[in-house]
């Protein structure tokens, strides 16, 4: 599981979905929900978490996509056997790990030290709070 600090900058809610535009190392992401989190509100710290799985790959990305997020990032390590290669990137917001088929790592020529673009939908970005333990007698 990917997991990313980040602070909420935007919400914007509709009838039907609610955006969220969160920062993390000068990078945003759109992230999509179903409906507000009630305990949400702009300037939260959250955590994102999104599986590896969920982390499509690019090297060449031209054109418009209806992928929300598209990042640049820099392949550091392979895991690679024969049906499955498991990428570790680094981008602005820190290390993502990606999980792709081995036919899709060939296709795309990827190797370490690569640049690329990581492709992540908004509605794969889960959201929480992040917790802060009360001192004893604070309250």
């Not at 081995?102 to 020529?109: G, Q």
């Amino acid at each position: 599981m990917n997991k990313i600090i980040a602070e909420v900058q935007e919400i914007n809610e509709t009838e039907i979905v609610t955006y969220i535009h969160v920062n993390s190392g000068d990078t945003v992401l759109h992230l999509t929900k179903s409906k507000k989190p009630a305990w949400l509100h702009v300037g939260d710290k959250v955590s994102c978490s999104f599986q590896e799985g969920a982390v499509c790959m690019s090297k060449d990305c031209p054109g418009k996509l209806s992928i929300e997020n598209i990042l640049p990032v820099q392949l550091k390590n392979v895991r690679k056997c024969d049906s499955l290669c498991e990428l570790t990137l680094e981008s602005k917001m820190g290390k993502i790990v990606s999980l792709i088929t081995a036919n899709a790592y060939d296709d795309l020529e990827l190797h370490e030290g690569c640049e690329a673009m990581v492709l992540l939908r908004g509605v794969d970005i889960s959201l929480d709070p992040i917790l802060v333990p009360m001192k004893a007698g604070s309250f």
